[in-house]
């Protein structure tokens, strides 16, 4: 489903932009109300990787989302997602200004689609009713002064990638599907979490390429971090490298390989054991593979912030992943009940068994971004390194 909508704004676009950025400046005329979360690059409520949550009514019942800044380009155009909240599958805003006579032209344009049947034509009828009365509004109410100074303009633009970084990243999936078939010849249930692997960073690279991510560099930079640690604990663990693997890997790879004698379900076995290796990954290797790339690659250029909302946006990374891991594994190994259903359960609907079940990833994926900020600062501190500039408040 798509809304589209203009308005005329008798002021400038760079009077108007506090309005249509900063919560607090949002609140005096949109008719569904916009609390600020965690503030995004710089520190500010209206930059790229800001969250805030947006209360609207709708079926009689208020309803909230959690949207996250994309991209900002002060005081042209800001684009927005939502990240949780109502049962939406996707949902993404985009605003622009542009100079109009005496004033300027506003563009608003919403994407978005449901995972319920009948849901969305509903959704538009409510959402297009009360973004046209907002920006109404909005009209006049950006005559009168803006509460707030427009956010500076963020001196930080992302080179696009090199071709270095691009194979180094296509160099790591080629050997991490070299192991994971490695593994599979030999019967080794280590496999499945490998393949899962695999499966990871052949999806975060078709993001890049898509465009839908905004910093791709970033993302580029990761993969290898992710695979040294897990490489290296690895190897230890088979007893191919020299000392000896750290304790979430010793932990995690015991359940890859003892999980088929402990259940006698093989679907249950393999669930334990990728529950584990998962949890290995975000909870431990995810934290700091984002420290040391922010500190090492952006700090004193822009926050930690800036990368949250590329990063909640690989979540579904995840969950197509899996999926394709399940369609991988042979349908003995599925109950009969399980090969039934399966086919007409949404992907909403695999996700609230697997996360309810075994690991509660999109959780978890918060907390470890959050932790990654907080290690970031602390090393950025042991350097000596100004942390106010490049950590949020």
Known sequence: ??????QFLPVEAERAWPYLSDPDSMNAWSLAHVRAV????GGESGSVGALRVVTLRAFGREVQLEEVIERAKPPTSLVYRVVGGAPLRRHRGEITLAPEGAGSHLRWEVDFESPLAGVDRMMKLVLEKQLRLSLEKLAQTV????????????????????KELWANAADILEKQRILASRLEDAGDPKQWFARVYAFVTEEQLALCRSGEIAHPAWVLRIIPRFHDYYALNLQRWLGLESGVAEAHWRSA????EQGPRWYGDPLTAISYGLAKGVRAHIEEDLPRALADVFVEHYAGQCSFARFRADYLLMGNVFRRASKRMLER???RHFPFVARIMTPW???????AVIHRRFYDIPRKRRLAFERGERLAAWLLERASVPVRATISA
């Open 345 to 351: 359960l949404p992907p909403e609907g695999h996700d």
């Open 253 to 256: 790879f015991r359940a890859m």
């Open 38 to 41: 965690a503030p995004g690059d």
């Open 329 to 331: 594994m042979p349908s």
């Open 1 to 6: 489903m798509r809304i589209v909508l203009e």
């Open 143 to 162: 005559k009168q002064p803006a509460p707030r100074k427009s956010a500076t303009k963020s001196q930080f633009e992302e080179p696009t990638p090199s």
